[in-house]
Structures are given as structure tokens and as C-alpha cells.
């Protein structure tokens, strides 16, 4: 089965902060050299993480839900600088 | 530079809990919340217990925005294309006051923080707090992300949600543990209220709640659920995120197969998607509990895992821990001491006192439990289904030959020895 996460996301609200995203990963060489797994690439539940063909991961926090899983699961490494987005902006619960 | 009696940070159930009765008593109090509007970063299921609140808001049956009391709940297993399970419903449900209603987190909050304004606290959104601000090993305010955004109290309630930045960085507690978060995700489905209503076999303000444990969550340890709100039903599944991390199966993947499960399926046909939200829980119980007090700091909700993961009940432990927080604030202010953290183990023994810490100890040993046995999470499922299968299908075998089928299938699979320290595992962990 395919699932299409972006469809799904669409359907939120976001305030974007533009250009100052909240989380980043911390040492790129680190994803691509020593994690085997990526398993931020799998269980981020907004697909924010994406494994690039090289090897490397690329992170981009636009449709983030703020659940922290990815900060949390990358405890081998602890490669994730994570942090609330400024006051207002993110994302915004319709219903929660 | 101005002081206040306390600062609340976060405006979900246990900041407002805190903030509601620290205001109503005649405290300053500003109350920090990081969302356009308070409930807007805020997500659950979501069920509400009514005694929680009503110890601190009696009347809120005729304010809160409230979606449909629940006359019915059903606990299904489910097999890949089957469930057995129980369904419970009752008349005594459906007299007031009623016990527990489903609500729309947003709009919940958002009432329940005006009544956090009417109490006479400030409330500040769209503000996050960066920091605390100590004083030597004491917390003496807040750091936010305004200009000029320090502010200064006696008492910081750290209401701050399941992923407690505030009290890691401060080094109160290490960073979570993989197994002791559970990952939910979630989608609200509209439906017309006559639909809705008809499927579930409920009139208009009742509702029913099904909570799923077995193959949809794929082998992960686990469960899923279906809520019944005005217009609309939330379907959720949600799994640890150690058994997530080592599966590495999308989360929004595995809602989506569980909603074309063919049990599933014909319950929500027809809604329309309108948001997909995901959310931490922290499930480590009592063993995982941090630290939640200390010089001119508490800890309440979320943030200090006070969460019941066995019977689903997390906005209850939270508005209790927080109202607890706020009374033990009252009660040494009156007494005219200080926030010291000797002072404040009050807060820990009016927790012991009462249903919270009772309940996290009563199931202490059931994380540990699930973790070490995920049979109780793919096989007995299974076998259950599968003995239900052949005990009601007719086909001309007879029925103590059946029993013996259904009974070598649980001892090959599982083995006596197995079962019989399944079934003592599971009385250790629940007496």
C-alpha cells in the first residue's frame, strides 16, 4: 500500500516560520556515514526526513507536527538539535 | 521587573487545572502559552473524564464545548480480517451527570482557558518559553522568545507537554527513553450526523468509543481507536516508539491499513479527512517517572509522565496532578512558607494520596511486561480469532473435535508452559 503523507498534511494548518526552521540535524556526515538505520526517514509521522540516493538525509520541517519523535528516536546518535518553533508559527490544530 | 506569585507555562489540561485554581484562590498568576491560542498545539484522542474536572469546574457540563457522552464502549482483538470482542453498553451511561464525554481538544481548551482568564490570571500565547531562569540550584522565573521576556515568580508550574524541554534543559531529567513514549497518529473523519449516528446506533448526544488491540498494529506493541464525536469520528493507532524505531514502519502507513481493515472499513466510509495530527505519549508509567519537584519548580501532566497507559487516561491524571500542584502552592503560601523543594514534597504526598499515584503504582511492572511478551500483541490475537472461527463455523465437524483443534492450536503456538506464565505474568502485573 502507498500512502501519500503530503495529502494528508495538506489538510492542517501551518504558520511557517520561513527560513528558521525549528529542528535540524545536528552533523550531516553523521546520517550518512555511521547511521545505518534512518529510521527517521521511516517513522517521522509528517515524512520530513527523506533518504537521499547518496546516502544522506535531508530534513525539511515545513509540514512538522511537533510530536518530537525524531529528536527521541535518534538515540544512538543524538544528531537532532530540536526546538519549539518561535511563539505562533507551526503548526496550528484545527481540532487536535 | 515584574513578580508574580506563579507562572503556569503551557495552557493545555494541567496548566489550566494549575492556573484555574492558583487564580480562583487569589494568586497572581501568568499563565505562557507557545500557540496562536491556547489549545492550538494541543492534541489527544480525546476522551474526557468528567470527575477530573468537575472537582475544579462543577459546572462545566453547561459551558465546555462537549461532542457526545459515551453510553458504549467496545474492546475489539482483531486478526487481519476479523475481531472478536466485548461490547458494553449501558442505561446508567446515559443518565446525568454524565461520566466521560468525547471533545475536540481545540475547542475544549480554548473554553477552558477563558475560564483560566475569568479566574483572573494572565494569559499570554504565542509566546514560548526559551529557558528557566535559576538562581543558584533555585528556579526564580522564565525566559521567552518576546523582547524583554523574562519573567519572575516564586513558584514555575511546568506544564510544558510530553516532550518537557524546559526541565531536560535545566537538567531536572534525561532526555525520554524510546520505550517509554508510545507515537499516536490520528485523523478526523466528518460524517453527516444522521450517518453517524445510524452506524453507531446512537441518538443525537450519545456516543461510542472502540479501542483495538492485535494485527493493526502490525506485530508493534500497541492500540488503536475509534471515537465518536458530534459529526465526526476520530480514528487513531498508536505504538511505542522503540518498537516503531526498530520496525521503521510509518506511522500514517499503518493507520491507513487499519482503516481498510474490513471491521474498520465500513465505520468510516464516506468521512472526510479534515486534519491528521501525531502526538508522543509518555506510557513508561511510574518506573520512568521523572523527578517532579524541586526548588521553585513542579512538574504536572504530560511532562511528568503521569499518564495511565493500561486504561487510556492521561487529561485526567493531568488536570489532577496540575490542581494538586496549585493546592500544595496554597497551602504553604498561606502557611507562609517558601517554594523550597522540602516544602514542595507536599506536592509528592498529595500525589500518593490520591488516585494518580495509586494507579501508576497498581501497573508499574505493565510497560516492562508488553515489551518482554509482544504475543499478547500478534499471537493471542490470532489464536483468539482463529478459536472463535472455528467454534462458530458449521461444517460438520464436531465439537469436541473442535476443541481439541482450538486447544493444540494455543499449545503449539504458545505452548502450556507459555500460557500458564502468560496468564501468571499477567496476574502479577494487574493485581
Not at chain 2, 473524564?49 to 459551558?63: H, T
Not at chain 2, 482483538?77 to 449501558?90: E, F, P
Not at chain 2, 483560566?116 to 500565547?125: D, E, F, T
Not at chain 2, 493500561?310 to 500542584?325: D, P, Q
Request: charged fraction near 25%; glycine fraction near 8%; proline fraction near 4%.
Amino acid at each position: 500500500m502507498n500512502v501519500n503523507v503530503e495529502e494528508k498534511l495538506f489538510q492542517n494548518r501551518y504558520k511557517v516560520d520561513h527560513g528558521r526552521p525549528h529542528i535540524s540535524i545536528i552533523n550531516p556526515a553523521v546520517c550518512s556515514a555511521e547511521c545505518k538505520t534512518q529510521q527517521c526517514t521511516q517513522v517521522c509521522p509528517a515524512n520530513c526526513y527523506k533518504a537521499e540516493g547518496n546516502g544522506s538525509v535531508s530534513l525539511i520541517t515545513d509540514g512538522c507536527l511537533e510530536c518530537g519523535t525524531c529528536r527521541i528516536i535518534c538515540d544512538d546518535f543524538r544528531n537532532v538539535d530540536w526546538d519549539y518553533p518561535r511563539g505562533g508559527y507551526g503548526i496550528l490544530f484545527k481540532f487536535g | 521587573m515584574e513578580k508574580f506569585d506563579a507562572i503556569v507555562v503551557g495552557a493545555g489540561p494541567s496548566g489550566n487545572a494549575a492556573a484555574y485554581t492558583l487564580a480562583k484562590a487569589g494568586l497572581s498568576v501568568i499563565q505562557i502559552e507557545r500557540g496562536e491560542y491556547p489549545g492550538s498545539k494541543n492534541v489527544q484522542g480525546a476522551i474526557l473524564y468528567s470527575d477530573a474536572l468537575e472537582r475544579i469546574i462543577p459546572e462545566f457540563r453547561d459551558e465546555a464545548p462537549l461532542e457526545r457522552h459515551i453510553i458504549e464502549q467496545r474492546m475489539w482483538v482483531l486478526d487481519d480480517d476479523s475481531y472478536i470482542g466485548t461490547h458494553y453498553r449501558s442505561d446508567a451511561f446515559n443518565q446525568v451527570p454524565y461520566n466521560r464525554y468525547t471533545i475536540l481538544r481545540t475547542q475544549f481548551d480554548k473554553w477552558f482557558s477563558e475560564k483560566v482568564s475569568q479566574a483572573g490570571a494572565m494569559v499570554i500565547c504565542e509566546t514560548t518559553v526559551t529557558d528557566l531562569i535559576m538562581d543558584g540550584q533555585r528556579v526564580v522565573g522564565v525566559r521567552t522568545d518576546r523582547e524583554n521576556g523574562d519573567v519572575f515568580a516564586d513558584i514555575v508550574i511546568l506544564a510544558d507537554g510530553v516532550n518537557s524541554l524546559l526541565a531536560k534543559k535545566a537538567g531536572f531529567h534525561p532526555e525520554l527513553n524510546p520505550g517509554d513514549v508510545a507515537l499516536a497518529v490520528k485523523e478526523i473523519l466528518f460524517l453527516p450526523q444522521e450517518t453517524l449516528e445510524s452506524r453507531f446506533n446512537v441518538k443525537e448526544g450519545e456516543g461510542v468509543v472502540i479501542e483495538m488491540i492485535g494485527k493493526i498494529t502490525q506485530g508493534l506493541m500497541g492500540t488503536g481507536f475509534l471515537y465518536t464525536n458530534n459529526e465526526s469520528l476520530t480514528i487513531g493507532v498508536g505504538c511505542m516508539l522503540s518498537d516503531f524505531k526498530e520496525a521503521r514502519i510509518p506511522p500514517y502507513l499503518m493507520l491507513e491499513m487499519m482503516k481498510n481493515h474490513p471491521a474498520i472499513k465500513p465505520l468510516i466510509e464516506g468521512g472526510e479527512m479534515k486534519e491528521y495530527t501525531a502526538h508522543l505519549i509518555p506510557e513508561g508509567g511510574l518506573k520512568a517517572m521523572p523527578q517532579v519537584y524541586g526548588d521553585g519548580w513542579m512538574i504536572v501532566g504530560d511532562s511528568g509522565m503521569f499518564v495511565n497507559a493500561v486504561h487510556r487516561e492521561g487529561s485526567n491524571l493531568a488536570m489532577t496532578t496540575g490542581r494538586l500542584a496549585a493546592e500544595t502552592v496554597l497551602e504553604l503560601k498561606q502557611a507562609g512558607k517558601d517554594m523550597s523543594k522540602s516544602n514542595l514534597a507536599a506536592y509528592r504526598t498529595r500525589l500518593d494520596d490520591s488516585f494518580v499515584m495509586k494507579d501508576l503504582s497498581k501497573y508499574k511492572d505493565m510497560p516492562g511486561i508488553f515489551h518482554a511478551n509482544p504475543q499478547f500483541f500478534t499471537t493471542y490475537p490470532e489464536l483468539v480469532n482463529n478459536a472463535a472461527k472455528t467454534m462458530l463455523t458449521v461444517d460438520g465437524v464436531d465439537k469436541k473435535s473442535k476443541e481439541r483443534e482450538i486447544l493444540k492450536s494455543f499449545t503449539s503456538s504458545r505452548s502450556l508452559l507459555g500460557l500458564m506464565g502468560d496468564a501468571y505474568k499477567m496476574w502479577r502485573a494487574l493485581r
